[in-house]
């Protein structure tokens, strides 16, 4: 019996077009190179800020 893994490419889209945005926004408001790199790697880890902050917001409501 062979195991055969499925998945869906449409996470994969939108993790990449949500990266892409992000990059765009974070390096565009870089005042430096060095900001502008610090957005990058900013834009790499987009949805650890996105989570951080819903989980913030609902965790005040409580």
Known sequence: ???KA???GTSGAVYGLGFIGAA???IS???GFWMGVIGF???I???AFLVY???SKL???V
């Open 24 to 26: 765009v926004y974070f």
């Open 1 to 3: 019996m062979k195991n």
């Open 59 to 61: 965790l005040e409501t």
């Open 41 to 43: 790697l900013k834009a």
């Open 53 to 55: 902050e819903a989980f």
């Open 45 to 47: 880890v987009w949805p």
């Open 6 to 8: 499925q998945s869906c």
């Open 29 to 31: 408001h870089a005042t």
